[in-house]
Nanobody
């Protein structure tokens, strides 16, 4: 399995922005999907966004506010989060796997995002 390391989380006010990064320990084919999931306290882990050469997919709750992108040369995937809301507060996890629509076996350790005034 590939090792994934997230960074970029923190505390931000409602309406603010953050950019998360996830670096993979080795080269990953562009056909291989990378993405972000999040888990809030007391809730199940949920998809935020995924990207591969086949396209992108987003949760309805983040469409128009979050953008996923990928730099294959750096083996890194990014999540630009704009217009953040308190309900976006969660631990965000990076994931890699062969499918654009199903989470893979490789997970990062998570990074905390807190949206609060």
């Amino acid at each position: 399995q590939v090792q994934l390391v997230e960074s970029g989380g923190g505390l931000v006010q409602p309406g603010g922005s953050l950019r998360l990064s996830c670096a993979a320990s080795r080269s990953i084919s562009s056909n291989y999907a990378m993405g972000w999931y999040r888990q809030a306290p007391g809730k199940q882990r949920e998809l935020v966004a995924r990207i591969s050469s086949a396209g992108t997919t987003y949760a309805d709750s983040v469409k128009g506010r979050f953008t996923i992108s990928r730099d294959n040369a750096k083996n890194t995937v990014y999540l630009q989060m704009n217009s953040l809301k308190p309900e976006d507060t969660a631990v965000y996890y990076c994931n890699a796997g062969p499918s654009l629509y199903i989470s893979g076996a490789s997970w990062g350790q998570g990074t905390q995002v807190t949206v609060s005034s």
